[in-house]
């Protein structure tokens, strides 16, 4: 059985500021958009009289269908804009071929005018390779694009893909015709590119009415000793006995640096939305693709 066949075929993949998702009934003007948009037409194969229903029918038809062979993976790309989520483009591995060995797939990328210029389309690229050399266990991703097309191949560029060939006559572009390029990269690449990026992660501030999630400091120590001596603390969860400073200073600077840096075990500190006062911890502990437990202590 291939990595394919074990996942979920609704994933969902984001580093906090973009996201990747399957598309939606609701979603259907935003694909028919992308469709509409000049660069699109310009530069890639869309359908430019697509309306909503043919969008609908579009992504209940061949989308689903690409999803249940696991033969084309089509993401929406979304971006919290003005306070709401919305698409701001689409992006696919086509052709995928997964085997127990490895495989490969053809990574295709329409923008939107509101996900341009914002590093939307980079971040969601990064995502994807992460999810088809991570998860799916791919071993190449191919970039292919008609020659000419600048933004396509900067972007394929910055992501790590390298030029491979050129394909005389590919495309048809301004009533000429033009050649095509194919940009590769492998999982062996991708894992060097991740491993020199010495990145330190971001950890998300979530703000509500009453309280807040953020980081825990070194600050937050001496309020962490008595929660963990709290005998409630001791009985439910797995705080040391006896903490201590040093078991506070471990944890904050050891234990949770390095769950952020996996992503393994994300924790927040609960804190006072008026007074910033830590109330206590919540983590996600997500040692698996696509599930994660919660742990709190207050």
């Known amino acids: 059985m291939s990595a394919l066949d074990q996942l979920a075929s609704n994933p969902v993949l984001s580093d906090g500021v973009t996201t990747l998702r399957r598309f939606q009934v609701r979603d259907a003007e ?20 697509m309306d909503a229903a043919q969008a609908l029918s579009f992504i209940e038809g061949h989308i689903a269908a690409g999803w249940e062979s696991g033969t084309g993976l089509r993401f929406a790309i979304t971006e919290v804009i003005a306070g709401t989520s919305q698409v701001v483009g689409t992006l696919s591995l086509q052709d995928v071929v997964s085997t127990a060995a490895g495989g490969s797939a053809h990574v295709g990328i329409k923008m939107l005018p509101s996900g341009r210029g914002s590093g939307a389309a980079q971040r969601a690229i990064e995502l994807l390779c992460g999810y088809a ?29 390298a030029q491979l060939a050129h394909i005389p006559g590919f495309a048809r572009h301004a009533d000429e015709v033009a050649g095509g390029l194919i940009f590769t990269q492998t999982a062996a690449q991708w894992n060097a590119r991740e491993q020199s990026l010495d990145l330190a992660p971001v950890v998300p501030v979530l703000r509500g009415d009453q309280v807040l999630l953020r980081a825990l400091t070194p600050s937050d120590a ?66 698996h693709p696509g599930v994660a437990a919660v742990g709190i202590n207050v």
Not at 31 to 42: C, K, M, S, T, V
Not at 139 to 161: K, V
Request: net charge negative; with cysteine.
């Open 30 to 49: 935003a694909f028919a958009a992308i469709h509409r948009d000049p660069l699109n037409i310009q530069w890639t194969g869309s359908v430019p009289t």
């Open 133 to 161: 050399f991570g998860n799916l266990g791919l071993g190449y991703l191919h970039w292919i694009c008609t020659e000419g097309n600048r933004g396509s191949i900067s972007l394929a560029r910055r992501c790590g893909f």
């Open 222 to 287: 001496p309020a962490l000793v008595p929660m963990c001596r709290d005998l409630e603390a001791v009985r439910w969860t797995t705080v040391p006995l006896d903490y201590s400073a040093e078991h506070a200073d471990y944890f904050i600077k050891t234990i949770v640096a390095d769950g952020w840096t996996t992503g393994e075990t994300l924790t927040f500190a609960v804190a006072s939305a008026d007074t910033d006062e830590l109330l206590g911890t919540i983590d996600l502990q997500s040692k």
